[in-house]
């Protein structure tokens, strides 16, 4: 990784490029200096090693729903077999992104089995009345992202797997935060709900599958994130296309 972050460094396209590693390159701290090859190589190891867990866990959870519910992934592949085959073995990244179900499909992944269950915490700095609570200074205080994307106020039936909820509704960044909310707000966001869609659409358009574990799967918590109790299986039928 050092070697490659010294080529891009000496090479005549960092500047060109808006990959990752070349804003890195192109980033300052806070006393307007480049950063170091170092800092920059731990910087990259953050993004391969951090979103990866979260991300695979709420791919699973994608598929296990969308094959559980059978009426799910009928609303989806009408969807997705809209999509021009013109290169059926390449993605159009942005007609993906701007699928309305395949959203709604993903964000309901992500409410319902929240990976990442608390914000990180925060220190009270001053004295502080929320709701019913008074908080002292040196006081901290996290977010429940699970409690929050079960409030039947703002998710009727919130244990019901209904992806629908995010075509009739808009919510607020503090109504649903699957990744936190504010200024702490996870960087990964973005990417990791591009490789949602693209790894569930690709599945199901080119591969058929069948739910093994048919039954209802719960959620546990391990460490600050979460997981299905138990492996989700799930068999391949047979190939649709090459």
Not at 101 to 126: D, G, W
Not at 128 to 144: E, K, R
Not at 191 to 201: C, P, R
């Amino acid at each position: 990784m050092l070697a490659e972050v010294e080529e891009h460094r000496n090479s005549n396209q960092a500047s060109e490029e808006m990959d990752v590693l070349a804003l890195l390159l192109s980033a300052k701290d806070h006393e307007g200096r480049d950063l170091s090859d170092r800092d920059i190589c731990d910087e990259l190891m953050m993004f391969l090693i951090a979103g990866f867990e979260a991300t695979t866990v709420a791919i699973t959870w994608s598929l296990y729903w969308t094959h559980f519910l059978p009426e799910v992934k009928q609303n989806l592949l009408s969807e997705l077999n809209e999509l021009s085959d013109d290169h059926p073995n390449s993605h159009n990244a942005s007609q993906l992104m701007s699928l309305p179900y395949l959203s709604a499909v993903c964000n309901e992944t992500l409410r319902i089995h929240s990976v990442v269950m608390l914000t990180f915490a925060r220190q009270v700095n001053e004295p502080l009345h929320l709701g019913n609570y008074q908080f002292a200074p040196g006081d901290l205080v996290m977010g429940s992202i699970y409690s929050l994307h079960r409030r039947a106020d703002l998710y009727p039936q919130p244990e019901r797997f209904r992806p629908e909820r995010f075509l009739e509704k808009q919510f607020s960044p503090y109504e649903f935060m699957p990744f936190g909310s504010g200024v702490r707000r996870c960087m990964g966001s973005a990417l990791a709900l591009s490789e949602m869609k693209i790894v569930l659409a690709t599945v199901l358009r080119q591969v058929e599958l069948s739910l093994v574990s048919n039954y209802p799967i719960k959620q546990v918590r391990r460490g600050v994130a979460s997981g299905p109790k138990s492996p989700i299986l799930i068999k391949v039928i047979k190939r649709k296309r090459d």
